[in-house]
């Protein structure tokens, strides 16, 4: 069954806020743990939140019919731990790291292409991290990232004040 917006008779834009990650790889985890925050706060309606996990194929079909997305996950680059990048989908493709944009078998820029090939004309914003610890099995993030958490929560929320 395809998921679709509720689309609000308000006028208001639907905005999807996908976290992206695996929970049990400590930073990589980074965008289910602001989806977690997000939860416990008092949203508008208009906005949907959606632990995604690693399945990016999977999520295809969940872009579709939203006027705004944005996604937080970890971005593997060289900069320092915690740095924060605001990213649309051409930026990772100019980056020329098209492959390798998501610590994820698919990649995050795949996974845009191929929602876009499927008819998704959302506007896409990605929050990006670069993570402190990855590849270590722990549940929770590093203590970097942790302490800058409420951060992340904040430009999620400026993101979606339309």
């Known amino acids: 069954m395809e998921k679709k917006p509720a689309f609000k ?3 208001e834009k639907n905005i999807l806020v996908l976290g992206i990650g695996n929970i049990l790889l400590t930073d990589e985890g980074t965008g289910i743990h602001v ?3 997000l939860e ?6 208009n906005i949907e939140l959606l632990e995604g996990g690693t399945a990016a194929l ?3 079909h969940y872009l579709r019919g939203w006027d705004k997305i944005v996604v937080i996950d970890c971005i593997n680059i060289q900069d320092t731990p ?5 990213l649309i989908p051409e930026d990772l493709e100019e980056a020329n790291c098209c492959n390798h944009s998501s610590m994820h078998q698919v990649g995050l820029i795949e996974m845009i292409k191929l929602s876009r090939l499927s008819g998704n004309k959302a506007e896409i914003v990605i929050i ?3 993570p402190e610890i990855y590849g270590e099995y722990r549940l929770k993030l590093s203590p970097t990232l942790e302490n800058l958490l409420p951060e992340i929560v904040k430009l999620v929320i400026k993101e979606t004040q339309i």
Not at 40 to 45: F, G, Q, W
Not at 82 to 86: D, L, N, V
């Open 82 to 86: 915690g740095s924060i990048y605001r």
């Open 9 to 11: 008779s308000n006028g």
């Open 40 to 45: 416990s706060l008092d949203l508008s309606e």
């Open 58 to 60: 999977d999520l295809i």
């Open 35 to 37: 989806i977690r925050e």
């Open 128 to 130: 990006g991290i670069v």
